[in-house]
């Protein structure tokens, strides 16, 4: 079974612009988690999205958004780009919800400049 | 507000030797616990789970969970160099379902 795939894989966008990420969920998982991976703070969670509504969401601005399709993939975007949005971006999926184990993609490596 | 507290690390031990790994969370209500394995420059992999209080054996791997204590651990049997990792804590349930991670514990297996 094919896991967790994300894309794109690296990349580097300027202070303002905005940035839309991919996810595509393992087959059969119909929830999507996504995450920001920072040395500094760890993994913090975003959002959760199941069955394309969005049932949890963490402690992040109104600049991050998501959004899931009738597929389950999922895209996440950042508007308004910031130096501190550079971070390993990770999408995780579970069968269910979060109480169920995720499995996470490779991540997107985001370096804002 | 979950909490997940782990030591930083690092954590040393030689080859062959157990390597214990701990985590205490603050959500008395929590019902799902989890263990990750994250390699230098690599996502992380889930590598144990439990939801009941008690022993959880797979391989060279054991949790062990105790929700009294809020308290969950991870055992490394016959550790090997190819262990070498951060370990990272996860915890669902109680107040919300999302998944809080500690922030987790560097490993190194020397051989």
């Known amino acids: 079974k094919a896991g967790v795939t994300q894309t794109p894989r690296y990349l580097i966008k300027t202070r303002g612009q905005q940035v839309t990420l991919s996810c595509s969920p393992i087959s059969g998982h119909r929830s999507v988690s996504w995450y920001q991976q920072t040395p500094g703070q760890g993994l913090q969670f975003l959002f959760e999205?199941?069955?394309?509504?969005?049932?949890n969401k963490g402690n992040f601005p109104g600049r991050f958004s998501g959004r899931q399709f009738s597929n389950s993939r999922s895209e996440m975007n950042v508007s308004t780009l910031e130096l501190g949005d550079s971070a390993l971006y990770l999408c995780?999926?579970?069968?269910?919800?979060?109480?169920?184990?995720?499995?996470f993609g490779p991540g997107t490596r985001l370096t804002v400049t | 507000q979950k909490e997940v507290e782990q030591n930083s690390g690092p954590l040393s031990v030689p080859e062959g030797a157990i390597a214990s790994l701990n985590c205490t969370y603050s959500?008395?209500?929590?019902?799902?616990f989890f263990w990750y394995r994250q390699y230098s420059g690599k996502s992380p992999e889930l590598i144990m789970f439990?939801?009941?209080?008690g022993d959880k054996e797979d391989g060279r791997f054991t949790a062990q969970l105790n929700k009294a204590s809020q308290y969950v651990s991870l055992l490394i049997r016959d550790s090997q160099p190819s262990d070498s990792a951060t370990y990272l804590c996860?915890?669902?349930?109680?107040?919300?379902?999302?998944?809080?991670f500690g922030k987790g514990t560097l490993l190194t297996v020397n051989p």
């Open positions: 996860a915890v669902s349930g109680g107040s919300n379902y999302k998944l809080t």
């Open positions: 995780a999926s579970s069968f269910s919800h979060t109480a169920y184990e995720q499995y």
């Open positions: 959500d008395r209500g929590s019902q799902s």
């Open positions: 999205y199941f069955s394309e509504t969005q049932r």
């Open positions: 439990i939801y009941s209080n």
